[in-house]
């Protein structure tokens, strides 16, 4: 998740297509752009003449992956020398920069800028970045660029981590949570310093926030690990902002009631419970369970 520094930052710098007269108008430097090409600038001063904005207040990376270099240079050597930035606005962005933590995410962060270009449909290409479909047009479902994350949307659709049958043999809130959840692959967008899962494995991901640059994926590594962790799921379900406010409401009375309704069941059937959930899990996938013990979560 970006810093506040990182968000604010962001909605004061626009991604563009070179045209003929950014080309014509572009100081001499020892890389060409071509038309069409995807630079980045600052929204406040791109409208004034070339020669009359401040410094760097345009840039061309090569590539999707230097976006975050970009726009760092962008905050670090324009945006505060910029005359055109009105003075409310930089004296928030001042604020922030102070608030912020040194060295926060980093990882996280220049992943945040490749997901959210391919989103936009920005591609690399042999002469930089360009736009492979207008950012405007109405959206259709998105299609992952990762062969993995594609197979997931099948596994999603036929293989529900619960069935109604389970029902009757555990809490409501346990049911209810689960609910909330569909399998999903470990891809290359998931990849980050703190974990080093092998991509393709099998996990679970919120069915809410699926998607977005803030999404939440589960990867487990054993059944006794999906029932200790669980409290992990919960408290994300509470926190993530695409879901209901009257669904975190049922979410908090079922929880108030966990205690009544495990009174009511058999010894060991929350036990049973997750074990369904595991093995359903990794049958869909085609892996053998193994019992092994680790746990991990991601969280962009």
């Not at 240079?73 to 102070?98: N, S």
């Not at 993995?148 to 619960?162: D, E, M, R, S, Y």
């Not at 909330?180 to 099998?202: H, S, W, Y």
């Not at 408290?235 to 406010?245: K, V, Y």
Request: hydrophobic share 35%.
């Amino acid at each position: 998740m970006l810093s506040p520094q990182r968000s604010f930052l962001r909605e004061n710098v626009y991604a563009f297509s070179a045209t003929e007269e950014d080309i014509a108008t572009r100081t001499p430097t020892n890389f060409s752009i071509t038309l069409g090409q995807v630079g980045l600038c600052c929204k406040h001063c791109h409208k004034i003449p070339p020669k009359d904005r401040s410094n760097r207040a345009v840039c061309f990376p090569f590539s999707i992956d230097r976006l975050y270099q970009s726009v760092a240079d962008l905050q670090r050597f324009h945006f505060t020398i910029c005359k055109e930035v009105p003075a409310d606005v930089k004296e928030k962005f001042e604020y922030l920069k102070c608030a912020s933590s040194k060295g926060s995410k980093g990882l996280a962060t220049r992943q945040y800028w490749v997901t959210s270009a391919k989103k936009l449909g920005l591609v690399d290409s042999t002469s930089g970045i360009k736009f492979w479909r207008d950012p405007h047009a109405i959206s259709v479902p998105a299609i992952s660029l990762d062969i993995l994350a594609q197979v997931a949307v099948g596994l999603t659709t036929q293989c529900p981590l619960v069935v109604p049958d389970d029902r009757s043999s555990i809490a409501e809130f346990l049911y209810f949570v689960m609910l909330q959840l569909q399998p999903c692959r470990f891809t290359e967008a998931d990849r980050n310093k703190r974990r080093m899962k092998e991509v393709g494995c099998i996990g679970v991901e919120c069915k809410h926030c699926v998607g977005q640059v803030d999404s939440r994926k589960f990867f487990w590594s054993s059944v006794n690990a999906v029932e200790s962790n669980f409290i992990s799921v919960h408290t994300h379900l509470m926190e993530c902002r695409f879901i209901p406010t009257a669904m975190k409401e049922k979410l908090a009375d079922l929880k108030a009631l966990r205690k009544e309704h495990t009174a009511k069941l058999k010894n060991g059937s929350q036990k049973a419970f997750f074990a369904r959930i595991w093995r359903r899990l990794h049958e869909y996938a085609g892996i053998e369970i193994s019992p092994n013990s680790s746990f991990e979560s991601s969280s962009p």
